[in-house]
Nanobody
Framework: RVRLEESGGGSVQAGGSLRLSCQASEQTSGRYCVAWFREAPGQEREGVAQIARDGSVSYLRSVEGRFTISEDNTKNILYLQMDSLKSEDTGMYYC?????????????WGQGTQVTVSL
């Protein structure tokens, strides 16, 4: 069972940047599909970015070109670099892992970190 812990959230003005980190209790690269999700107030949780076990990367269309997902295999950390932030990026951000890319059905989740983007 992999444990996940997010950090790096905060408040930022529109146009700013944040980098989220997700510390995993074990190596995830090549073993798990790892992903970032977000949940805005009153909205359903949605996938933002993921890295599949084969290393392929995919993004939610609305964040393409602004967000970058990456892994540090030496530290077992998953990152989400968020640039050119918009108010609609506000929400609780979660990292998740599963042996397969199953989206919201992922087995392992962190507790989340809040991102607030103000105009």
């Amino acid at each position: 069972r992999v444990r996940l812990e997010e950090s790096g959230g905060g408040s930022v003005q529109a146009g700013g940047s944040l980098r989220l980190s997700c510390q995993a209790s074990e190596q995830t690269s090549g073993r798990y599909c790892v992903a970032w999700f977000r949940e805005a107030p009153g909205q359903e949780r949605e996938g933002v970015a993921q890295i599949a076990r084969d290393g392929s990367v995919s993004y939610l269309r609305s964040v393409e070109g602004r967000f970058t997902i990456s892994e540090d295999n030496t530290k077992n950390i998953l990152y989400l670099q968020m640039d050119s932030l918009k108010s609609e990026d506000t929400g609780m951000y979660y990292c998740a892992a599963d042996r397969r890319c199953v989206g919201l059905g992922s087995d392992f989740w962190g507790q989340g970190t809040q991102v607030t983007v103000s105009l």
